[in-house]
């Protein structure tokens, strides 16, 4: 007897294999059992893939009278044999011999045969990966995450674990999470830290990427892929307190090849998607949104537009769209303004970069006309901005001067400066986060439906 997990691929080579009959166990939760004056039949899932196989019970079965009664969500442990099926609904079916009820769901099991709302799921958010959606989506998710590290290993890059507590904020936003173990004083709303675990003020990380700049400098070229933090009171679509990012760091590397790796890099994971996840793919392609397959496609077919932020600015002041936000010079790109350049005046994904020095943190360097810094922000269509990186700050005077107007006390980040100091070289990298990668490649438009568990503004439920 073979016990499998049912995967299309399994499935054509357990019946290629042989001539028979062939005897199989599975396990896993019914989806749907439907009684018919001859037989029962129980659609299986075990989580391996989007299909259920159906499975024949006859009434000669020993418990039959209480396997036509098993209800949605129970989990079972079937024996009997994999054979073509007779019906036109699906290829193979099990014809049963033993059924095994492990645990019987009672009839309030929250996910019928019914189309549920994302926001009902919200709440259910430790069932909804039961459901065809959200089993799909959690495939992917776990696919793409080894496409990620499959990558940066071809080109032999070293994953790099950062940390998730630090004392520094990398992109001097202020909207942190801090940790303690002290009481908070009620009338400042802040921790005393002189007697802390860490003796200083810490935070939950929202960016890796100064610890990896370190290790750039050392290895060469690194990256990380972890959960990030921000406490910023947003409950849109687009913003999560906890995420994932991508932070590759390239030494010995500036901003033109910076934009070619983020370029290649986001045709590699559309590829992967579209060809190695085709099944899980199809329920968004023909269920969330029918344009996501020609957007992707339409990235993969497309050299990226790269363009100066002044020139992004001329576009936008001169298009007759009535864009919410401001497009003078010195304002940073709305998803709006994104979403214009990409999908109605260039239809293609473009690059942007050569920032305003002023809107761009301290760590990005600072170009000859000393009024911009050598930024990249990458927009593809539906999402906007989906990955934002720059060439580092090599030059130790110049970026000192760049934390003095910023007003960033040297001494928190003595370590920082050692690099600059010890055999400093021209560097530079991306973030990329994570969900916003799974927005685009499913089409979801909701942040919280790409998390496993989100964690957003009053809501820590799970």
Not at 79 to 97: C, F, N, R
Not at 180 to 205: A, E, I, M, P, R
Request: charged share 25%; net charge negative; with cysteine.
């Amino acid at each position: 007897m073979v016990k499998f997990k049912h995967q299309r691929s399994k499935i054509d080579a357990l019946l290629s294999s042989t001539t028979s009959q062939t005897k199989v166990m599975i396990t896993g939760w019914l989806k749907t059992r439907r009684i018919s004056k001859e037989c029962c039949f129980l659609e299986m899932n075990d989580g391996s893939c989007l299909a259920n196989i159906q499975v024949v019970v006859d009434p000669n079965l020993d418990n039959y009278s209480m396997v036509s009664k098993v209800t949605n969500g129970s989990a079972l442990v079937i024996q009997g044999d994999l054979v073509p099926s007779k019906g036109k609904e699906q290829q193979w079916e099990i014809m049963a011999h033993g059924v095994e009820v492990i645990h019987l769901a009672p009839e309030t099991y929250p996910l019928q045969k019914k189309r549920h709302t994302d926001e009902f799921l919200r709440t259910i958010a430790h069932l909804r990966p039961r459901t065809n959606k959200y089993g799909a989506m959690f495939r992917i998710r776990s696919a793409i995450s080894y496409a990620i590290h499959s990558f940066f290993n071809e080109k032999g890059f070293c994953y790099l674990h950062t940390p998730i507590i630090t004392s520094s904020d990398c992109e001097g936003a202020g909207q942190m999470f801090q940790v303690t173990t002290l009481s908070f004083d009620n009338s400042t709303h802040h921790v005393k830290n002189d007697n802390d675990f860490f003796g200083k003020t810490v935070n939950l990380t929202v960016s890796g990427q100064l610890s990896a700049e370190m290790f750039a400098l050392a290895l060469g070229d690194v990256y990380t892929f972890g959960p990030t933090f921000r406490a910023e009171n947003s409950n849109t679509r687009r913003h999560a307190a906890e995420f994932w990012m991508i932070e590759p760091e390239m030494a010995f590397c500036d901003i033109n090849e910076c934009m070619n790796l983020a370029e290649e890099f986001i045709t590699y994971l559309i590829h992967y998607a579209l060809t190695k996840c085709k099944s899980d793919m199809s329920v968004f392609i023909q269920y969330v949104d029918p344009t996501v397959e020609s957007t992707l496609n339409q990235i993969l077919s497309s050299d990226f537009e790269r363009i100066p932020y002044t020139e992004a600015i001329d576009i936008l002041n001169h298009s007759k769209e009535q864009f919410e936000y401001k497009t003078d010079y010195g304002q940073d790109l709305q998803t709006e303004h994104e979403r214009y350049l990409t999908e109605v005046h260039f239809k293609k994904p473009v690059i942007v970069y050569n920032y305003p020095e002023s809107i761009k943190p301290f760590y990005m360097r600072l170009n000859n006309d000393g009024k911009t810094v050598a930024a990249m922000d990458v927009l593809v269509p539906r999402i906007g901005e989906l990955i934002g990186g720059s060439q580092r700050e090599e030059r130790l005077d110049v970026l000192l001067q760049r934390m003095e107007k910023f007003g960033i006390p040297q001494e928190n980040y003595w370590w920082y400066l050692d690099s600059r100091r010890y055999g400093s070289v021209p560097h530079s990298g991306f973030g990329l986060g994570f969900e916003r990668l799974l927005m685009l490649l499913t089409g979801i438009n909701n942040i919280r439906d790409v998390i496993p568990f989100p964690r957003t503004p009053g809501a820590i439920e799970f």
